[in-house]
């Protein structure tokens, strides 16, 4: 089986993708009998397209952004184009995620689902912005839409949600769910440093991006928690209805105190009934430093699903890295395309 793909961002997530499918082209079709074809990259500046595949092992070499979509024509002159070309099967969608108006992936996203072809996201603004509208055109125009890799990158939360928890009822989720500000956390509770020390560490390392006002303030925390509680609890919110409080305000004092309790500081998102209304929240919260969420270390993530009658499911870990979150878009492709 071919299946065309048309790559919406060239950043971290977007390169890392272009190399999953250099590397494990192979692997994928004596696999699942697929063979994926990479014909177009979108960018600010303008789209690469060739119909027969673009050249992965010459993309990969290229800067990222636009620049990397202008490198690649210098060489293959004949493949620019200034307008988007969705020619293919599957739009991955990894733009800059804009919670506010959900950005240029908004008209990426409809026009693909006009012409038929189905979409993985992984960037969180169209969905948080535009769920119920995307859902219901996708259902007119029969076309699937998979995005695990917006909730938690590497972490399977949907899939869980979705296939092995079917039939029983989601009455709570609770989780950690962004990775820097974990990673942000621990490290003020391991060596004692305020939390602008950790956050300037956590950019150094490549952990936090300098933009990172969505982490630390809950941002994306809420809007991870909002596509789960849509998707999984038949809710019918926007972000506006999750009351969020970010880490900003987190000291040195407020760590030491949660230690001397055995506790750990965590940024939980939490989905639960109250008065037989659905609530959504993130805020940060002691939890016990030997529970499994407070076990959670460095930018990995958990989640809790507590149900009626599976009991409580932990999932835990998951690669917090651009490499995880491409790995999660890529394993939504090879799911829509299982016979």
């Keep these: 089986m071919i299946k065309r793909v048309i790559l919406a961002g060239f950043g971290n997530v977007g390169k890392e993708f272009v190399k999953l499918i250099d590397e494990k082209r192979l692997y994928i079709r004596e696999k699942y009998d697929l063979d994926l074809i990479l014909c177009g990259v979108l960018e600010k500046e303008g789209c690469i397209f060739e119909d027969g595949g673009i050249d992965t092992s010459y993309l990969i070499n290229c800067p990222l952004g636009s620049q990397g979509v202008l490198k690649y024509t210098e060489h293959y002159k004949e493949s620019y184009y200034n307008y988007p070309v969705l020619e293919g099967d599957i739009l991955i969608e990894c733009t800059q995620s804009n919670v506010k108006t959900g950005g240029p992936s908004i008209n990426y996203i409809i026009n693909s689902i006009n012409r038929g072809m189905d979409i993985v996201m992984l960037s969180k603004g169209a969905l948080a912005t535009n769920f119920n509208q995307l859902m219901e055109l996708a259902g007119k125009k029969d076309v699937k839409i998979k995005y695990s890799g917006a909730t938690a990158a590497a972490l399977p939360t949907m899939d869980l949600g979705v296939y092995s928890l079917a039939g029983a009822k989601i009455i709570s989720i609770t989780g950690v769910l962004n990775g820097t500000t974990n990673y942000i956390l621990n490290r003020m509770f391991e060596e004692n440093i305020s939390f602008e020390q950790a956050l300037k560490e956590a950019v150094e390392k ?22 789960l509680a849509n998707s999984l609890m038949n809710s019918n919110y926007s972000l506006e209805d999750v009351v969020i409080k970010g880490i900003r305000d987190i000291s040195k004092e407020d760590i030491l105190e949660a230690k001397n309790e055995n506790k750990v500081i965590k940024l939980l998102c939490k989905a639960y009934y109250k008065d037989e209304k659905l609530v959504l929240e993130v805020s940060p919260e002691k939890v016990h430093a030997n529970s499994l969420l407070g076990s959670i270390n460095g930018s ?40």
């Design 206 to 227: 490549g952990i936090a991006e300098r933009e990172n006002s969505m982490d630390i303030d809950g941002i994306d925390s809420a809007s991870k928690i909002l596509l």
């Design 300 to 339: 990995n993530k958990g989640v809790v699903f507590n149900t009626d009658t599976m009991g409580e499911i932990y999932l835990i870990g998951g690669a917090s890295n651009p490499r995880g979150a491409a790995a999660a878009a890529l394993k939504d492709v090879i799911n829509l395309c299982r016979k």
